[in-house]
């Protein structure tokens, strides 16, 4: 399915670059950097970190502060995001 119209991606593209990075990406624009590509409207932006969070399963719910993933993006951040790149 795609998730970014814009730059023509698709769910199997994020979980690729969330599985092929060399450190964990947690947020839409470290897949976008992964991709060699950039946001350009931001609309899927919640829809890449529901497909990040899903790709790395139980660790994306569980981190915490002393967890090596406490970078995640928040809800908020994600939807800053989305607005940054419209």
Do not use: W
């Not at 947690?26 to 497909?51: D, F, H, M, W």
């Amino acid at each position: 399915m795609i998730v970014c119209s814009c730059n023509v991606l698709s769910d199997h593209d994020v979980r690729n670059a969330v599985s092929a990075a060399s450190g964990v990406t947690r947020n839409p624009k470290q897949v976008y950097g992964c991709l060699g590509c950039s946001a350009e409207c931001g609309r899927c932006a919640r829809t890449i970190k529901a497909i990040i969070d899903e790709a790395l399963g139980p660790c994306a719910k569980a981190c915490c502060s002393g967890c090596p993933h406490s970078h995640a993006v928040t809800e908020e951040q994600a939807h800053e995001f989305a607005l940054a790149a419209s």
